[in-house]
C-alpha cells in the first residue's frame, strides 16, 4: 500500500465516528444562518420567514421605489437601494411592514423558533 493510501485511510478512520454521530451529540450547538428577505414589486419576498435563534435576516432592496423595513421597535432607513440586517436572538413571531406601503399590502412576518 502506498503512502497516501495509507494516509487517505487514517483520515477516513478518524473521521468516521464524528460522521456517525447522532445530531446535537456534542451539545446541540449549531452555526447560525443567514436569510435573505427581498423587496421587490411592492412585496417582501418571502412574505413569512422561519429561522431559529441567533439567525440573521438580511432584507435587500430590488425595487425602484423607497421603502423601509418597521418592526415594532426597530427599522431600516427608508431607503431605493441597499440592505437592512437583524439578528434575531430571541423566539417569537415579529411582524414587519413598510410604512410607506403597508395599505398596499406591504407586511412581513418574521417567526424565530
Not at 67 to 86: E, I, K, L, P
Request: proline share 3%; with cysteine; aromatic share 10%.
Amino acid at each position: 500500500m502506498s503512502r497516501r493510501t495509507i494516509g487517505l485511510l487514517a483520515s477516513f478512520a478518524a473521521a468516521l465516528p464524528l460522521a456517525l454521530m447522532p445530531t446535537g451529540a456534542l451539545g446541540g450547538a449549531r452555526a447560525a444562518r443567514a436569510h435573505t428577505v427581498t423587496l421587490h414589486e411592492f412585496r417582501f419576498h418571502p412574505a413569512t420567514l422561519n429561522v431559529n435563534r441567533g439567525d440573521t435576516v438580511k432584507w435587500v432592496w430590488r425595487d425602484q421605489v423607497e421603502h423601509n423595513v418597521t418592526f415594532r421597535s426597530f427599522h431600516s432607513h427608508t431607503q431605493v437601494a441597499g440592505t437592512y440586517t437583524v439578528r434575531f436572538n430571541h423566539r417569537g413571531t415579529f411582524n414587519y411592514h413598510c410604512t410607506i406601503h403597508v395599505e398596499e399590502g406591504m407586511r412581513g412576518k418574521v417567526i424565530v423558533h
